[in-house]
T-cell receptor, first 111, second 111 residues
């Protein structure tokens, strides 16, 4: 009964292709986040959202778009995927004290 | 420029020993700190949080915070092999609530 579910879990994409990563949460949290994690490194914030209809740029938003159509769903869109976007992507929801609850991650390879 | 700096990058302690991890924010607009633990191949999970100056203890884990210097430390006593993981420090921005993570400390506990 995972509260934050990401799909797909693994994705291979071609350079220049469009990629959409999806995230669904059942925590009823207002805040949601997309991070990427490269091997041996911490998490870098791409986009975040305060609620349905809102998206905010994080620290590394270039090359990414985000969409929050509902409280439960938050998507990350790569319009023109590049090999430098090969990474593990984590979605998270945040409670009122901003403690984050992460999904299992999506491993993306752009060839 | 990394706003949340963690040290050391890696740490090896014997089973039963004490592990000490450090984290400092260079952003004066932070107010809350979290420690997350990420086992290999898994998603990060919140370990402890601290908002006030001083110390907080939960079982074998103790967190210190000095808000004046924006420095927090995590101490693990009686370390176990199951404590081997990547430990991530995160700080939240007072104005936006945005969480920024450090690159983490890789802890290895040798049996």
């Amino acid at each position: 009964e995972a509260a934050v579910t990401q799909s797909p879990r693994n994705k291979v994409a071609v350079t220049g292709g469009k990629v959409t990563l999806s995230c669904n949460q059942t925590n009823n949290h207002n805040n949601m986040y997309w991070y990427r994690q490269d091997t041996g490194h911490g998490l870098r914030l791409i986009h975040y959202s305060y609620g349905a209809g809102s998206t905010e740029k994080g620290d590394i938003p270039d090359g990414y778009k985000a969409s929050r159509p509902s409280q439960e769903n938050f998507s990350l869109i790569l319009e023109l995927a590049t090999p430098s976007q090969t990474s593990v992507y984590f979605c998270a929801s945040g409670d009122t004290q901003n403690t984050l609850y992460f999904g299992a991650g999506t491993r993306l390879s752009v060839l | 420029q990394q706003k949340v700096q963690q040290s050391p990058e890696s740490l090896i302690v014997p089973e039963g020993g004490m592990a000490s991890l450090n984290c400092t924010s260079s952003d004066r607009n932070v107010d809350y700190f979290w420690w997350y633990r990420q086992h290999s191949g898994k998603s990060p999970k919140m370990l402890m949080s601290i908002f006030s100056n001083g110390e907080k203890e939960e079982g074998r884990f103790t967190v210190h915070l000095n808000k004046a210097s924006l420095h927090t430390s995590l101490h693990i006593r009686d370390s176990q092999p199951s404590d081997s993981a990547l430990y991530l420090c995160a700080a939240s921005d007072t104005n936006t609530g945005k969480l920024t993570f450090g690159d983490g400390t890789v802890l290895t506990v040798k049996p």
